[in-house]
Every structure is written in C-alpha cells, then in structure tokens.
C-alpha cells in the first residue's frame, strides 16, 4: 500500500547509526518524516539525531540490541504510548561476515543469525500487530541482500541469515495480503558501507592482504548508501514489493532466473579475481 505523503509519518529504522540505516534516516528526514532511531552505538546515535534536528527534522533515538527479544518489546510499548503507531518499519541493523565455511568457527553463526535474522523477527513480531490494528497504508522494509538472491563464496552465514529473511519477507507478503501493510523486501547489491571493516566479521584465516582487497573492492565498486536510502523511499510511496539496488543486484536477479550454472560460475570467477576465495 503506497504511502505518498510521508509528512509527519511515524518512521522506525533499526541500525540507524552507521551505513545504509544512516542514511536512510536522513533521506526520510527530507521527506517531514518522525525519525524513531535505534541502534546499539549511543555515539553514532547522538551524532545523527544532532544533524537530523540542526536540519529542522524530528527524531527521537533509542538505545537497542535488537537480538534482544524483551527489550525489542518494551521499546514496542514504549513506542506505541508515546509516539503511536508506526507508518514505516525499516529492520535494517545487520552485520556481516567474512570466511570460508570450513575455515571458520561456529562462533559466529548464532551472531549473525541472532542480528541479521532474529532482529528482523523481532522487529515484525513487536511492531507489525500494532500496524495492522491501527488500519489504513503502512508498510515494512525488511532488509535482505543480493546474497538473498544468489550469494558469493565465503559468506555462509551471512548467506544464509538474508536468505531466511527474504524468505520470511514472502510468508508476510501473503499472511497480510488481507490487510493494508505492505511489506518490501530490500536486497542490495555492493555497497560502500563499513560492513567488511570490523575485523571482528572477517575469519582469521582471512589475511590482512585479503581483506585490503576486498575493502578496496567494495570502495571502488560499491554505490553510496545514499542510492539505497533514496530507493526506499520511492518504494514506499510506490508501495513497492521488492527492491533491487546498486551493483550486481538486478543482474544477478536475472541471471538466476536464465541459469544457475552460469550464475554459480560467474560469482566464483569474481570471488577467484578478487582474492578472498
């Protein structure tokens, strides 16, 4: 259900302080929307809440772990007392991680899955109710990847996290096809964002030299998160199912559908030239 007017309309953005969350935030800000910010960076936070209001905009930020199911409620109640319902529902907060399978600890899965999946979980299961009561146009950006689509070497679990949160995107899709909530899945493609810069997301069998390279990679071939904040606005007053943006995403979106092989012997090519694989 398309939102045209998102003047003063209730936007909540998880993982607002850094990235494409950033930069969501103050794409909607232009838009008069109330910012509803968390993160679990209190300084990044106050940082953008700062900017935001210098700019004449509206935006209250919250301290939140969102693998955190209780605290992800309160601050549901604490949301719906104070501010209403939200219009808008972005479940952005996300890490990734970088490794071979058999090269990795195990460690690392329960976190990835816990962020980039469980808080996306959280997330609709705290706010999603409240929407659909309340009535009238709302809508939730999930926020997947093109690895959702078809993944590169060397990303399992963070493969599979947005893999299961495309997936899920789809049950909603059709549980609330009754409804006036619409639900976007978001599934960008390299982007210049710090996701491949916490060494504490890079396995250690991954070299300094390695990870340079991809780094570099993701600087000199990634869009600004600002192509993907700007998208997100036009789907949600488009009302807009999915969202294929920056490099790779629709061209692997086409790709898939022609043929996996090719798909599979491309992406191995390019993690080969690269040098992370």
Same mark, same amino acid.
């Given at each position: 259900?398309?939102?045209?007017?998102?003047?003063?309309?209730?936007?909540?953005?998880?993982?607002? *302080?850094?990235?494409?969350?950033?930069?969501?935030? $103050?794409?909607? *800000?232009?838009?008069?929307?109330?910012? =509803?910010?968390?993160?679990?960076?209190?300084?990044?936070?106050? @940082?953008?809440?700062?900017?935001?209001?210098? @700019?004449?905009?509206?935006?209250?930020?919250?301290?939140?772990?969102?693998? &955190?199911?209780?605290?992800?409620?309160?601050?549901?109640?604490? %949301?719906?007392?104070? $501010?209403?319902?939200?219009?808008?529902?972005?479940?952005?907060?996300?890490?990734?991680?970088?490794?071979?399978? =058999?090269?990795? &600890?195990?460690?690392?899965?329960?976190? /990835? #899955?816990?962020?980039?999946?469980?808080?996306? /979980?959280?997330? !609709?299961? !705290?706010? %999603?109710?409240?929407?659909?009561?309340?009535?009238?146009?709302?809508?939730?950006?999930?926020?997947?990847?093109?690895?959702?689509?078809? +993944?590169?070497?060397?990303?399992?679990?963070?493969?599979?996290?947005?893999? *299961?949160?495309?997936?899920?995107?789809?049950?909603?899709?059709?549980?609330?096809?009754?409804?006036?909530?619409?639900?976007?899945? #978001?599934?960008?493609?390299?982007?210049?964002? +710090?996701?491949?810069?916490?060494?504490?997301?890079?396995?250690?069998?991954?070299?300094?030299?390695?990870?340079?390279?991809?780094?570099?990679?993701?600087?000199?071939?990634?869009?600004?998160?600002?192509?993907?904040?700007?998208?997100?606005?036009?789907?949600?007053?488009?009302?807009?199912?999915?969202?294929?943006?920056?490099?790779?995403?629709? =061209?692997?979106?086409?790709?898939?559908?022609?043929?996996?092989? =090719?798909?599979?012997?491309?992406? #191995?090519?390019?993690?080969?030239?690269?040098?992370?694989?």
């Amino acid at each position: 259900m398309a939102i045209a007017d998102l003047h003063n309309k209730n936007v909540l953005i998880t993982g607002a *302080a850094s990235g494409i969350g950033r930069a969501a935030a $103050q794409a909607f *800000a232009r838009q008069g929307a109330r910012l =509803l910010l968390c993160d679990i960076d209190a300084i990044g936070l106050e @940082a953008l809440r700062q900017q935001i209001a210098e @700019a004449g905009g509206t935006c209250s930020t919250y301290l939140l772990d969102v693998t &955190d199911a209780t605290a992800m409620a309160e601050l549901a109640a604490r %949301i719906h007392a104070t $501010q209403g319902t939200l219009d808008v529902l972005v479940n952005n907060a996300g890490v990734g991680y970088l490794g071979r399978f =058999l090269d990795s &600890d195990l460690q690392h899965w329960q976190r /990835v #899955l816990d962020i980039n999946l469980m808080g996306v /979980v959280h997330g !609709c299961h !705290c706010f %999603i109710p409240r929407m659909v009561e309340a009535g009238g146009p709302r809508q939730v950006i999930n926020v997947a990847s093109a690895a959702a689509l078809f +993944p590169s070497p060397s990303m399992a679990a963070y493969a599979a996290s947005k893999h *299961a949160v495309y997936g899920l995107s789809e049950v909603l899709k059709m549980e609330l096809s009754d409804t006036e909530v619409q639900v976007t899945t #978001l599934c960008p493609g390299v982007i210049n964002t +710090p996701i491949v810069a916490d060494r504490r997301n890079i396995a250690a069998s991954v070299s300094a030299e390695q990870l340079a390279r991809l780094q570099d990679y993701y600087r000199s071939k990634g869009c600004s998160p600002d192509l993907v904040a700007d998208s997100m606005v036009r789907a949600v007053r488009d009302g807009r199912d999915l969202i294929l943006v920056g490099p790779f995403a629709r =061209l692997i979106f086409q790709l898939k559908r022609l043929s996996v092989g =090719l798909l599979r012997s491309l992406m #191995l090519k390019d993690a080969r030239k690269i040098g992370y694989l």
